[in-house]
């Protein structure tokens, strides 16, 4: 200014003004250019700046949906829980709905940016985070409508199973409820045996097509696999319990059928039943009548048909065994290995039993084991035919005690009978039949001890085994107890026990068949050598000659050897698993053996009883 008036009113000065005042305008207006790219660029940092919080608020939201869809995963294996799941699914529909909503309201996907916003390192940022956030959301829609479907699949099929085990679970109650009303076999008239066993075939028929919707229900339970639904225990549980009430179903149904029919073809019209009021009595005993053949028989048809199953056993080598396998195959078809011990002797105390001598007719022995079967009958159903047990085992009764057929049967002979056939404890048994022969001071004479002795081998006579249990003579065996407490004239009920822990010849049958029956489920974590039988199931024979060799009771009964290894060698017999120190035991004495010669052996044969003699013949005695 001061140079514009030194110049004063010269064309110099007049120019000057003119570049001042075009310098001044210039400036104004970039202060005013400024200003606004200021408020520009203030404007555009808070948008941006609140992209960046939706965003990473929209990342922590699609995070936290992810975690929820996990952890719904696996399908439920029920309704209540699959309908569950699909309830979560629609409200994450929702919420995905409202959360597009605000991610198109917000722009978080913009296609155009200003040259300003483009000039920012910002904006890149910004589009690589809402590149990020569209690939996880795209992510997340997709798990989201794949998980929906798969759930929406399997509720579908898992309420058609839950319809159909529901409608499966009616009509088994209803033939249940049926079923429970059946009356058992051994109370129906024999009048009425033909009626039942129409009504039956019928009651069959009619739930037959349960089969198919048994099948059904499983096919639609296999048909949740491909989808990866695993039922849960509670459906599981279902589906078993149907399985097997059906299966008992159909098992009840052919039971039952099959009892109806035996009965009414052992007791019918045309029946060959051992008590049939047709059949003739010869001194007041039966004999059954078979009225198409015209000839008699004095065994009931089961009880021939048992006897000729006998014949399957003949080939077991040694007698005790073949004996005992005998006696069990008839012990168990009589349903005596179901009578306790302590109830037998508590059936002869409500029938008084107590006169050994007194001859029982055969409705008073029918009347005894009616009593006996009826409480068998009560704790095993399903197992005891109460009419056909009583006549079996009359019929083995008389077999066994009245070969002269009489009709009658001694007190003494049906206790021994029936004791020696119970379950029980062995030396229980053995003190149970001492005391059915001792006198009031608990001992017994020699007498005595012949009577026990003489019916009881009647039994594996009766098989025609008795020659191998030193025939019917009974003398040896007397004096053979007797010796062993030393010629005493009577004997104590200890004393007795411990002559039979021997297993005298006479009666090596009976602990026999006790370890037999002990075998029958046992198995023995063994090989055989002979038939490579593993594991050996019954028996186990351990050579105490050589390490490591076993074999199977059907080797050893049949007398099979391997190569090195002869029948006069040691064995050791197991009838149920052994245990470490049974097996150190046999160790030290297979350890000793291999020192020992083939003719020890021969000259020290082991008896597997104690052997009695007889040649000597004493005085007859009182029987």
């Known amino acids: 200014m001061k140079m514009v ?59 936290v949906k992810d975690e929820e869809l996990n952890k719904q995963m696996p399908i439920g294996g029920d309704v209540p829980t699959v309908l569950q799941q699909q ?64 759930v929406d699949r399997a509720l579908d099929k898992l309420q058609d199973l839950q319809s159909s085990m529901d409608q499966l679970d009616l009509r088994l109650a209803q033939a249940e409820e049926l079923k429970t009303g059946w009356q058992p076999v051994g109370d129906l008239l024999i009048d009425s045996l033909q009626d039942h066993i129409e009504k039956t075939t019928v009651f069959r028929d009619e739930i037959a097509p349960l089969k198919q919707d048994v099948r059904a229900v499983n096919d639609l339970a296999g048909q949740l696999t491909p989808l990866d639904v695993q039922l849960s225990s509670t459906t599981n549980r279902q589906l078993d319990n149907l399985n097997m009430r059906w299966k008992l179903l159909q098992a009840a149904v052919e039971d039952r059928l099959k009892l109806l029919q035996e009965a009414h073809r052992d007791f019918g019209p045309s029946s060959q039943h051992f008590l049939s009021s047709e059949s003739k009595r010869m001194n007041k005993f039966t004999l059954s009548c078979h009225h198409q053949s015209q000839t008699t028989c004095w065994d009931h048809p089961k009880m021939t048909e048992l006897y000729h199953s006998l014949s399957d056993l003949n080939n077991v080598r040694f007698s005790a065994y073949r004996t005992a396998m005998k006696i069990r195959r008839l012990q168990k078809a009589l349903c005596l290995d179901l009578l306790d011990l302590n109830v037998a002797q508590s059936m002869f105390q409500q029938h008084k039993l107590t006169v050994n001598s007194q001859q029982l007719t055969v409705p008073e022995v029918i009347n005894c084991l009616t009593s006996v079967y009826d409480g068998l009958e009560q704790e095993h159903k399903d197992l005891v035919n109460v009419p056909l047990c009583v006549d079996m085992c009359l019929n083995w009764l008389l077999n066994v005690y009245d070969t002269g057929r009489s009709g009658k049967i001694r007190v003494l002979s049906l206790k021994i009978g029936l004791l020696s056939l119970c379950k029980g404890h062995l030396e229980e048994k053995y003190k149970c039949l001492f005391n059915q022969v001792s006198s009031a001071g608990d001992t017994c004479d020699q007498r005595q001890l ?34 062993h407490v030393t010629n005493k004239v009577e004997l104590e009920p200890r004393q007795f026990i411990d002559w039979m822990r021997l297993e005298p010849q006479s009666m090596v049958w009976l602990p026999v068949l006790h370890r037999v029956a002990a075998a029958e489920t046992a198995k023995h974590q063994a090989k055989c050598n002979i038939c490579k039988e593993f594991p050996i199931v019954g028996f186990r024979y351990r050579s105490l000659k050589h390490f490591n060799y076993d074999v199977c009771q059907s080797c050893f009964f049949s007398g099979r050897t391997a190569k090195g290894h002869k029948l006069n060698y040691p064995m050791v017999e197991y009838c149920t698993p052994t245990t470490s120190g049974e097996d150190m035991r ?15 052996f021969a000259k020290h044969p082991r008896l597997g009883y104690l052997p009695v003699q007889t040649v000597l013949e004493g005085d007859n005695m009182e029987t």
């Open 450 to 483: 012949g009577l026990l002795l003489h019916d009881a081998i009647q039994i594996p006579r009766q098989l025609g085994e008795v020659a191998a249990f030193g025939g019917s003579n009974i003398e040896p065996s007397v004096r053979s107890c007797f010796q």
């Open 87 to 150: 309830t979560h699914c629609m409200v994450r529909a929702v919420s995905c709905s409202s959360h597009l909503s605000l991610l198109i309201s917000s722009h978080l996907l913009p296609s155009h940016l200003t040259p300003e916003e483009k000039a920012q390192r910002v904006a890149k940022a910004i589009r690589k985070q809402t590149a990020e956030v569209g690939e996880r959301w795209e992510r997340l829609m997709g798990h989201a409508g794949t998980w929906q479907e798969q």
């Open 5 to 63: 008036k030194a110049l004063g009113s010269s064309e110099e000065a007049v120019f000057l003004q003119q570049r001042l005042d075009d310098m001044n305008q210039r400036w104004n207006d970039l202060k005013t250019k400024s200003a606004n790219i200021r408020a520009h660029l203030e404007a555009s940092a808070e948008r941006w700046n609140r992209l960046l919080s939706v965003l990473e608020e929209l990342g922590r939201w699609i995070s």
């Open 586 to 600: 046999d160790f030290t004495k297979v350890l000793k053996n291999k020192f020992r010669s083939k003719k020890y």
